[in-house]
């Protein structure tokens, strides 16, 4: 007969973090990760894949990741910079690229394998006058807004529109 004691110790062991994460470590075994801290300390496991990086400015980095430190700083190698502008993308060459731990925000593996058939790739030129236009289109309408606003007693800070959206 078990006690309600015993049937609460199980419980208990149920839940504890290295059961969650048991199968991400089993994965990784030569890599010493036990008891370290869920955070950057994870990324050790993604060194030499190709990896996309969404920077706070809103830029798009892809290359391969090649070291971390605790800080989460990313040097990251054949290095290219993706700009998106509605259903078209083009490629800047970059080369190494260091990345401050605090200006990444998103960090995944790139599925090389998935076809990109929704967009359309473009030259480089065509990317960045079609960038080009669309912020001075923005720029137009925020001048548009603050001027409404402005008729109507309001302000508009402009600066904290684009440039940190996280």
């Keep these: 007969m078990s006690t309600g004691k015993e049937n609460k110790d199980e419980n208990s062991k149920s839940f504890t973090p290295s059961r969650i994460f048991k199968s991400r470590r089993d994965s990784h075994d030569?890599?010493?990760i036990e008891g370290w801290p869920m955070g950057t300390a994870t990324l050790l496991t993604e060194i030499?894949?190709?990896m996309m990086v969404v920077l706070r400015d809103n830029r798009t980095l892809i290359g391969y990741l090649r070291s971390i430190d605790q800080f989460g700083n990313l040097a990251?190698?054949?290095?290219?910079?993706?700009?998106?502008?509605?259903?078209?993308?083009?490629?800047?060459?970059?080369?190494i690229f260091i990345v401050r731990g605090e200006?990444?925000?998103?960090?995944?593996?790139?599925?090389?394998?998935?076809?990109?058939?929704?967009?359309?790739?473009?030259s480089v030129e065509e990317i960045l006058n079609a960038q080009r236009r669309e912020q001075e289109a923005k720029q137009e309408k925020?001048?548009?807004?603050?001027?409404?606003?402005r008729e109507r007693g309001l302000s508009f800070v402009n600066d904290l529109v684009q440039e940190d959206q996280f």
């Design 30 to 32: 030569d890599l010493p």
């Design 48 to 50: 030499d894949k190709k």
């Design 76 to 95: 990251l190698h054949q290095t290219i910079e993706r700009i998106y502008v509605g259903s078209k993308y083009g490629d800047i060459p970059r080369g």
């Design 103 to 122: 200006n990444a925000v998103l960090l995944g593996e790139l599925d090389q394998t998935r076809d990109v058939g929704l967009i359309e790739q473009v």
């Design 142 to 149: 925020n001048k548009v807004l603050a001027k409404a606003l």
